[in-house]
Nanobody, 129 residues
Framework: QVQLVESGGGLVQAGGSLRLSCAAS????????MGWFRQAPGKEREFVAA????????LFADSVKGRFAISRDNVKNTVYLQMNSLKPEDTAVYYC??????????????????????WGQGTQVTVSS
């Protein structure tokens, strides 16, 4: 069982930055690939970024590539999402999720929310224009 708690959301002007954190409970955190998803009002939950269990491979949605970075600290049981050059269209509730497995994160994998086993409660990110 893994419990996930996101933090770091807030209100920021366009062009600004935020860093989201997702703290996980449980000693098996390093056995999970981790993903970030977001959901805007009236829209489906969409993939943002993922990182493999070791941090060796990462994957990003085209909409955030070059602006967002994902990292993890398996000692602190925490995954991060650094968001730079934020745009109003990045406004959404951001969720982290855990997907059991020691495989690499490759294009086409880890992008389906149904692949993930555990979810956090979400943190609101609002980008003003």
């Amino acid at each position: 069982q893994v419990q996930l708690v996101e933090s770091g959301g807030g209100l920021v002007q366009a062009g600004g930055s935020l860093r989201l954190s997702c703290a996980a409970s449980g000693r098996t955190f390093s056995y999970y690939a981790m993903g970030w998803f977001r959901q805007a009002p009236g829209k489906e939950r969409e993939f943002v970024a993922a990182i493999s269990w070791s941090g060796g491979t990462t994957l990003f949605a085209d909409s955030v590539k070059g602006r967002f970075a994902i990292s993890r600290d398996n000692v602190k049981n925490t995954v991060y999402l650094q968001m730079n050059s934020l745009k109003p269209e990045d406004t959404a509730v951001y969720y982290c999720a855990a997907d059991w497995g020691l495989s690499a994160v490759l294009p086409g994998t880890h992008v389906d929310p149904n692949e993930y086993d555990y979810w956090g409660q979400g943190t609101q990110v609002t980008v003003s224009s």
